[in-house]
Nanobody, 124 residues
Framework: QVQLVESGGGSVQAGGSLRLSCVTS????????MGWFRQAPGKEREFVAT????????YYADSVKGRFTISRDNAKNTVYLQMNSLKPEDTAVYYC?????????????????WGQGTQVTVSS
């Protein structure tokens, strides 16, 4: 059973930064694509960013492009989400997820395992 544990969430003012981490159990972490999603109260879970198995390819939602950076360290079984220039509309619970393919896209159905989420709150 694959387990994912997010950390790094918190409360910041608009314009601030946070770095989320997601540690994944299992020896096959480096084989699969990883993604970050978020869910605000009363809204659907939405795609934020995705990264390929090697880290060589990434893709972002338009709403975070240029402000967020996804990366991974396969030696540490960890994927990161660096979030800069945060806005109040970034407030949400952030989830990491792993796919069973080397690259996964924007839809949540492409991902097989999910973390429990970490809260990010941005105040104006």
């Amino acid at each position: 059973q694959v387990q994912l544990v997010e950390s790094g969430g918190g409360s910041v003012q608009a314009g601030g930064s946070l770095r989320l981490s997601c540690v994944t159990s299992g020896e096959t972490f480096s084989m699969y694509g990883m993604g970050w999603f978020r869910q605000a109260p009363g809204k659907e879970r939405e795609f934020v960013a995705t990264i390929s198995w090697s880290g060589g390819s990434t893709y972002y939602a338009d709403s975070v492009k240029g402000r967020f950076t996804i990366s991974r360290d396969n030696a540490k079984n960890t994927v990161y989400l660096q979030m800069n220039s945060l806005k109040p509309e970034d407030t949400a619970v952030y989830y990491c997820a792993t796919a069973s393919t080397r690259w996964a896209g924007q839809t949540k159905y492409e991902y097989d395992y999910w973390g429990q989420g970490t809260q990010v709150t941005v105040s104006s």
